[in-house]
Each structure stands twice: as structure tokens, then as C-alpha cells.
């Protein structure tokens, strides 16, 4: 089974500009989960899908980040504008659900720098 | 609300040392505990998970016991190699948080030869 993919790898964008970040989870998983990741604050929660729909939206992002799962098995992660404090690595995870199917999968992450 | 602690932001060591990471959580019930472990360019990765009190999660060497009376889920391993260079995620999934986990700060490793 492929694990999680993330496109682009690597983004590099303007101040004011947008940008979409994509996701494709492991088939077959209904969880589907984007996080920040900073040196300075770690890994931080932006948006909670389950099957499709949003169960958590992360409250310090929800002006500019806004993500969406297109269909089962793809989700986008559109930030607009960008601003250089959005420079980060960016992760999508999914998995199963709950218990011991729990377990999150993380793919390799966006690297994105706002200059 | 439920929180993760790890104590220590970076840990180095020479290799066949022996380490511990420590991992305290704040929750109530019975949390789902996990370590992850994340390399250079990827995406973090379980080592482990544990989800009743005194059970032991263990992968790769590593080894982690729920301890519910200190809330504690600490790492360790006996004998580091430079390979395990690397950072470590404490993550606790709680009764009601449905999917969602919530993760200690990291800790990075860094053995040297």
C-alpha cells in the first residue's frame, strides 16, 4: 500500500500570495489530519477530517489556512494570503479512526518558505 | 485540556549509552499513549503505542511503560546507536478527542560515534 503523499515537496512563494498544498491519504483511511510544524512550536493541529467532513478547525489559522477534502482520497490545504511567519514544514497524516486502528500516518511533508 | 510534557528538548549521547526521554500527559481516563520518531526530510512514524496502565510498548529496543499513577509514558533504550539520531514525539490520544492527538514538544537525539 502507498502511504501518505504530499505535493509539492518543496514551495517557495512571495509575500500576498496563494498557495495549495496537496494531500493524498493511505487508501482506504476516513481520518485525514493537516499539521504545522515549527522548531519553535512544534507540531501544531490546522484541520481534523473524518470521513470528509470537518471535525476541527484550528482557531489561530482559520483566517488565511483553509483546507479541503475534495473527495476520500485527496485533500488540499490553500493558504491566502501567505505571510513569512506561515514559513514551515507542513504535514498530512490519516488513519483509520479510533482505537487500536488509530494510529496516524504521517506522509514526508511541504517545505514552505514565505519570503 | 489534555496536554503532553517532555522534559527534555535535546539529549546527546555517545552510542551504547543507555536513554531516557521523559514523557508526562495530562488527561483524564484512559489516554492512548505513542511515541513517534521522526528523521531528516520525513514525516514522523510510530515506534509504539500503549493503552492500559502498566502495559508495555516496545519497537527497534525502544520501550515505553504506562504508568497511570505518574501519568507518565517515559522512553528508553539500553544501548543508543548513531542510527537513532533523530527527534521524539510523546503523543497522547484522549477518550474524547476522537482522532485526534495531541503531541509533546520533541526531543531531539543526537549520538555521536
Known amino acids: 500500500d502507498a502511504g501518505v503523499t504530499q505535493t509539492p515537496r518543496h514551495e517557495v512563494a512571495e509575500k500576498g500570495q496563494t498557495i495549495i498544498l496537496k494531500c493524498e491519504p493511505v487508501s482506504g483511511h476516513n481520518d485525514l489530519f493537516w499539521y504545522r510544524q515549527t522548531k519553535i512550536q512544534g507540531l501544531e493541529l490546522l484541520s481534523y477530517f473524518r470521513s470528509k467532513s470537518l471535525m476541527e478547525d484550528g482557531g489561530a489559522f482559520k483566517d488565511r489556512f483553509k483546507a479541503e477534502m475534495l473527495n476520500s482520497s485527496f485533500s488540499t490545504l490553500k493558504i491566502q494570503p501567505t505571510e ?12 483509520l479512526g479510533t482505537g487500536v486502528r488509530g494510529t496516524q500516518y504521517f506522509g514526508p511533508g511541504t517545505r514552505l518558505l514565505v519570503l | 485540556g489534555d496536554s503532553v510534557t517532555q522534559t527534555e528538548g535535546q539529549v546527546a549521547l555517545s552510542e551504547e549509552d543507555f536513554l531516557t ?7 483524564s481516563g484512559y489516554p492512548t499513549l505513542f511515541w513517534y520518531v521522526q528523521y531528516p526530510g ?7 503505542r500503549a493503552s492500559r496502565d502498566k502495559e508495555k510498548g516496545s519497537s527497534r529496543g525502544f520501550e515505553a511503560t504506562y504508568d497511570k499513577g505518574t501519568t507518565s509514558f517515559h522512553l528508553r533504550k539500553a544501548s543508543v546507536q548513531e542510527s537513532d539520531s533523530a ?5 497522547l490520544r484522549g477518550n474524547y ?10 526531543t531531539k537525539l543526537s549520538i555521536k560515534p
Do not use: R, T
Open chain 2, 97 to 106: 478527542n476522537q482522532g485526534k492527538l495531541i503531541f509533546g514538544q520533541g
Open chain 2, 42 to 48: 520525513e514525516g514522523p512514524q510510530l515506534l509504539f
Open chain 1, 84 to 95: 513569512p511567519k506561515d514559513s514551515a514544514v507542513y504535514l498530512c497524516a490519516s488513519s
Open chain 2, 87 to 91: 527527534v521524539y514525539y510523546c503523543a
Open chain 2, 21 to 27: 526521554i521523559h514523557c508526562n500527559y495530562s488527561a
